[in-house]
Every structure is written in C-alpha cells, then in structure tokens.
C-alpha cells in the first residue's frame, strides 16, 4: 500500500471534478431525449459519481476501501435533488442547499467504508459537507458573469471564465476533503479493527 499523498488526492478530486462535469453533460443530454427536462437530481448523481469514483481508484492504492464508497456518494448527493424535486419544495438557492445536504449525507455514508480511526468518523461528515458546499460557491459567480452585457471576444473571455470557475470547483474540493485523510500533514489514521 502507498502512502497517502496530499498532491496526488488533489489531482484526483480534480481529475474526478471534470469527469463529474462530463457526465453531467451526458446525463442531460440523455434525459432530455427521453422526455425527463427540467430536472436537476443528475447533477448529484454525475458529479458525486465522477468525483467519487476517481477518488476511489486513488484510495484503494493507499488502504483498503470499498466500492461502497462511489456507491455512497451518488447516492448521498442525488437523494437532496430528488427529494426537492419530488416533493416540488420551492426553494431559494436550491443548488447550493442541495449540495450542502448532500455533502452530509454522503459523509455519512462515506464514513461507513473508510478505515478511519472511529474518534475521526465524525470528521468524515464534518469535512465532506464543508468540501462539497465550498466547491459549490465558484458556480454562484457565474451569476455575476451572466449580468454582463458584451459582444465579440468579450463572450469568448466570460465563457473561459465561467469554465475556469467550475472546474475550480475540483480544486477546492480537493483542498478541503484531504483533510479526512491526511490532517496537518500527518499518516492516516487507519483504524486496527
């Protein structure tokens, strides 16, 4: 087993952020030809897929880790959309509590297939929510971006922009979540049981 790397986990949370944006696209384009629009629940299924299991496939070289894991967070960050949605719960910024509620519920979940020293369980929740609502912020500015009038080239640099501030995203959630398994640059503490 490797040593858990900080450098590499953010990688991973970034490489896994694109892929989550990737299914996103394809998750929308596919309901969308089968008649299901204007529905989000596959924003959590797409990126806590994409983030997750890119996350995984890191984690399982450093400690054993279940599949379980990916599993937990497609299910922890759709489960609030769904719900919203299928209740109809109007709402103000509907994304932004969704993800934060998702963040709890995947912690939870999550804490259940990682190896992590019982006393840092907790954490796993603490953290997991902190990362997914932090990561989540950058998309609000695109809010601001979307207010500005402009032609030409200006557009092409406000969509770079609004690429840059999505897959910012992956970074932050990277920074935050690594805390679970490497705090202040300590080994994991890996339970014994």
Known sequence: MKEFRYRAWLISAFSGWVLGVILIVLLSGFLDSIGIEGRQFYLGLGMGGGVALVQWLYLKKCFRVSILYVVAAMTGMTIPFFIVELFDIPIAYKLLI????????????????????????????????????????????????????????????????????ILSGGYIYGLVSGRIYRPEGKKIPVSTK
């Open 98 to 165: 969704c993800v934060a509620a998702g963040g709890v519920l995947t912690g939870f979940l999550q804490q259940f297939t990682l190896p992590v020293d019982p006393a840092r369980k907790r954490l796993v929740v603490l953290y997991t929510f902190l990362a997914w609502t932090a990561s989540a912020l950058p998309v609000f500015l695109i809010n601001v971006t979307m207010q500005i009038t402009a032609a030409g080239w200006v557009n092409l640099v406000l969509a770079f922009l609004n690429l840059i501030l």
